[in-house]
């Protein structure tokens, strides 16, 4: 769990104005939606004097509001509308002036005049209608909107102090996935939207400021430069962005100047951050774990009759000798050496500074920024620090009146040191560290005498002694725009152009740690011979935009907006690996001090893409909305004669609530909206040589004349017709205001088609000498749902107003492969990791035994169906009990395929289901509280034999 404290800094500069210095505020942001109202005033009869007391009652179509906000102007004096909606004001001068509020309503300003009681009718706030929604190259009022398109509200997304954007977003959005990958600092996170995606995989696309992105450029960006994000969900509102958004788009734009006056805001954070798992120790009792082990693993027996009663001895205090030496395995086994959460994790420290700087002028707009993260991770042995840091530079410039220029450059440097072992392993995915924790119960991390003891201890000197690495990324995003306004607020022509080039480094070196079996027996040496290596990469990627907007409304009830452009992609990824054996020194491992053998290594991948877009949005009366897009696609991933591919989509949406004859419902509902799309996206996001019959060059280790020569390998085979998969996707939805916009809701229920996806041909004879070619055999069926509901509101207390909200969103999708022509044979996924798929399979099965109990006696167990064949060691009382379910009197697992799967059968499934995320606010005299919750309701699981956390002390005797 992590610990968080946030404090802010916002410094407000007039042009006019000397920079003021020392000015500290540490606000807890609070903003009430302040109601719009119209005045009705009733005629009153009232004294002209000064000081009077003055009576205001407010309402709504609906009735009294109460807690509504009134203050007279000039002044600090105020009320608030109790249950009746009425305040009183005392000493209010005639010529003075009210304004009157309230969460979902306009604002009033109303003149006192000679009148001591007025009566205030508050209107809905249309603003919430009216929000302007980014979409793709463009933005649309959220009222118009007729495909499926989710925003994240950015200014809760501030008060998360997530370690990057994708962290924070888990649970903002429905039906957007996020998952850790590892738990390294600064690593990544997984993004999905809508479920599963293909067999072959599928993210969505990440679009910053109108730039084609990257998950990971997306997650080194300050939190706080965020202005809006959005998601695009379905393929009608996806279409335009073409081949690269088939399974959805993550839009973001950052922040702009606002105001005339300078305005300066700092942020930090601090948080303490801990494993989540409880620590226990694996076992009280040695004797008895001793014994347990000895029964799950009898082919063994580790632990004979001596060291069973050393085990005893030791446990009930008879004996002080903590360890029996095993002949037979060369090796103290230790009773008391399981307790080793405390030397393998810590408390891990992490902060993030942030400024910015930010303007206005009638000519130009700009925007600067700067943050500093700084994360520590969780592994106590060896380094395992993040630091990144990150500036941004956005200027737009009005040169004249159609000519608008603009230019964002961002720049970011990330650092991560650990060792040279977590570097090549992971330890943090693969399991390493949880291995040692869990499974070599019996032994040390280090001897007595502080040397590393061998079954225990290797990864311990690996991460501690065994050579440190260091990560380093570098990235620079350079953006030039330019708008032409051909004729104003009408047609205008703009053009993107994004240069972005990000520079890795990944270095370590190999120390030699001597590992020993006890205090004095050497057994080994890990890392020998010594090495240093170095890996560089290189990533550049252009984009190019260019495309032409027209917007006008006729007759006051013909809206039309027409977009056409171009959009071309290339990418280049060049990769050097260094290495060089037996350092000089250990002390300086440097490639330049080793000499040893040199290897080097070169690998470069490229492609590139291009497409032609349009788009055509027609609103009638405010009503009836439809929206037409269209996008031509190529890519350099398949053969010329399939590389292009076109992609319609389409949407309609009816307002309901705009039409006469729901007039009547009109004072409880604000906005009724049906929607409908269809559209076809292509997925090009297989290899970059998919299509090419690849040969490597290797040299032969056979020694021929004293030579060792280079051959070149036998190509495998390719498809023929190698082409796109083909995603469909059909979406209903719908979205409802009421009570002043102060409830929002929205549902959507979705069909999503990805066909022709990728997959191994039909086996091939074996005599071929190569594997069979991947074709496009597969097609898959994702059904899903999610809805979103919001309410916020407020009321008085304590004489001063209580804002709060609560969002809540919840989803849900399942998969189908609905053809599968490369496994004619049937072969199960038995417990949900192999990538077996079947025609009918929904994804994520697990096949296994059904278990009905546990055996009550050895005589039960020795009655029951023969277990042999699934249990490794005999069956007696107190193991488990496996139907019999083909009755043939064994329990197997058949040829584990549908034709044969024994006693087999679907037992769970392990995709996650259910994502929900909430958000609790709640603000009051100048403090807020928010509180967020997110999980799933729903995700099973059959542990695999090295699932260390699970088994414990049983995944491995040791």
């Known amino acids: 769990m992590a610990t968080r404290r946030n404090q802010s800094l916002a410094l407000k500069i007039a042009k006019t104005a000397a920079f003021v210095c020392g000015l500290i ?4 942001s609070m903003s009430a939606a302040i109601p719009d109202s119209s005045v009705d005033n009733l005629s009153v009869t009232a004294n002209d004097q000064d000081g009077r007391v003055i009576t205001v009652k407010v309402k709504d179509s609906s009735g009294p509001v109460a807690g509504a906000s009134i203050v007279v102007n000039g002044t600090r004096d105020g009320a608030f509308t109790d249950m009746n909606g009425e305040a009183t004001l005392d000493n209010v001068r005639p010529e003075a002036s009210i304004t009157v509020s309230f969460i979902g309503y306009e604002t009033q300003v109303v003149q006192i005049g000679g009148r001591t ?18 979409v793709g190259y463009g933005v649309q009022k959220k009222v118009n909107l007729s495909g499926s398109v989710a925003t994240a509200d950015t200014k809760k997304l501030e008060s998360r102090p997530a370690a990057n954007i994708a962290n924070a977003l888990q649970g903002a959005v429905a039906n957007l996935n996020i998952d850790p990958s590892k738990g390294t600092p600064g690593s990544s996170t997984s993004m999905n939207v809508r479920g599963f995606t293909s067999i072959n995989g599928g993210t969505p696309l990440i679009v910053i400021d109108g730039i084609i992105s990257e998950v990971s450029e997306l997650n080194r960006m300050n939190p706080n430069d965020i202005e809006t994000i959005s998601v695009l969900k379905d393929a009608a509102s996806a279409a335009i962005y073409g081949s690269r958004a088939a399974f959805g788009v993550i839009l973001v734009n950052t922040k702009t100047g606002k105001t005339e006056k300078v305005t300066v ?14 620590r226990r120790r694996l076992f009280t009792d040695p004797y008895q774990a001793m014994v347990d082990v000895n029964t799950v693993t009898p082919e063994y027996n580790f632990f004979n009759e001596e060291c069973l009663a050393g085990a005893k001895a030791y446990r009930d205090g008879l004996s002080d000798k903590g360890y029996y030496y095993s002949d037979r395995w060369g090796y103290n086994w230790y009773y008391d050496s399981n307790d080793r959460w405390d030397s393998y994790f810590k408390t891990a420290f992490g902060m993030n500074h942030s400024v910015d700087l930010s303007g206005k002028t009638d000519r130009v707009n700009y925007f600067a920024s700067a943050d500093y993260k700084l994360q520590n991770g969780i592994l106590a042995y060896g380094k395992d620090v993040y630091k990144q840091y990150n500036t941004r530079v956005k200027l737009e410039t009005k040169v004249n ?11 970011g440097n990330g650092t991560y040191d650990t060792s040279a072992y977590n570097l090549q392993n992971d330890t943090q995915t693969n399991g390493s560290v949880l291995f040692n924790i869990f499974s070599w119960t019996f032994m040390p991390n280090k001897l007595p005498n502080g040397r590393y003891e061998d079954i225990g201890g290797t990864t311990t000197a690996f991460l501690e002694a065994g050579g440190d690495g260091r990560q380093s990324n570098a990235s620079i995003n350079q953006q030039f725009t330019a708008q032409v306004d051909l004729i104003k607020d009408v047609l205008f022509i703009k053009g993107n152009y994004n240069y972005q080039r990000r520079d890795e480094k990944t270095s370590y070196s190999l120390i030699p740690v001597d590992i020993y079996d006890t205090e004095e027996a050497y057994d080994w040496t890990v890392n020998d011979p010594s090495s240093a290596t170095i890996n560089s990469a290189v990533m550049t990627h252009n984009t190019y935009d260019v495309f032409a907007n027209f917007t006008k409304t006729f007759s006051g009830k013909h809206f039309v907006n027409v977009i056409a452009g171009f959009n071309q992609e290339d990418y280049r990824y060049n990769l050097h690996t260094l290495s060089k054996t037996e350092l000089i020194t250990t002390s300086l491992p440097t490639l330049g001090l080793a000499s040893g053998t040199t290897t080097a290594n070169e690998s470069t991948t490229t492609w590139a893409v291009r497409g032609a877009f349009a788009r055509f949005n027609y609103i009638y009366d405010n009503k009836y909305i439809a929206e037409f897009n269209f996008r031509r696609d190529g890519t350099s991933r398949f053969p010329k004669e399939s590389r292009w591919a076109n992609n319609p989509s389409a949407s309609l949406a009816w307002v309901i609530s705009e039409e006469n004859f729901f007039k009547g419902l009109r004072n409880t509902v604000d906005l009724f909206k049906i929607r409908a799309s269809y559209g076809t996206l292509g997925n090009q996001d297989v290899s970059a040589y998919a299509y090419i019959a690849t040969m490597n060059a290797q040299k032969n280790p056979v020694v021929l004349d004293g030579l060792q020569n280079m051959y070149v390998t036998t190509p495998g085979l390719v498809s023929g017709n190698l082409t796109w998969e083909k995603v469909a996707t059909s979406n209903i939805g719908a979205d409802l205001n009421m009570f002043g916009n102060r409830l929002q809701f929205s549902a959507d229920y979705y069909i999503r088609d990805t066909k022709d996806m990728l997959t191994s041909a039909l086996p091939l004879p074996s005599v071929l000498g190569t594997s069979a070619p991947k074709e496009n055999s597969a097609d898959l069926r994702t059904r899903g749902w999610e809805i979103t509901l919001g309410w916020r509101d407020a009321f008085n207390l304590a004489g ?19 053809k599968m022509s490369s496994n004619s044979e049937g ?18 099965e697990m096949w296994g035994l059904e278990t009905v109990g546990l055996f009550q006696s050895d005589e039960e167990a020795k009655n029951w169906a023969d277990q042999s064949k699934v249990q490794s060691y005999g069956t007696q009382a107190g193991d488990l009990k496996f139907a019999d379910l083909d009755g043939d009197g064994k329990i197997t697992t058949g040829a584990s395929t549908l034709k044969d799967h024994g006693d087999m059968k679907i ?11 909430t958000t609790l606010s709640a603000e009051w005299n100048g403090f807020d509280l928010k509180l967020f919750f997110q999980g799933v309701l729903k995700h099973q699981f059959c542990p695999y034999w090295n699932n260390y956390t699970f088994w414990g002390l049983f995944t491995n005797g040791w």
């Open 25 to 28: 505020m540490v606000p807890m």
């Open 117 to 134: 009681s007025i009566e205030v009718t508050l209107k809905v706030d249309s603003e919430t209608l009216d929000e302007l929604v980014v």
């Open 265 to 278: 805001n700092y942020n930090n954070y601090f948080d303490y951050a801990d494993i989540n798992t409880v």
């Open 401 to 411: 009146n159609w000519l608008t220029i603009g230019s964002s450059t961002s720049l």
């Open 800 to 818: 001063k107003p209580f804002n709060y909200s609560v969002d809540i969103n919840m989803s849900d999708a399942r998969a189908k492969i609905t």
């Open 827 to 844: 072969v199960l996924p038995k417990f949900g990791w192999d990538n077996y798929y079947y025609e009918g399979m929904e994804v994520g």
């Open 907 to 917: 037992i769970g499934n392990t995709q996650v289901r259910y994502r929900f995320g």
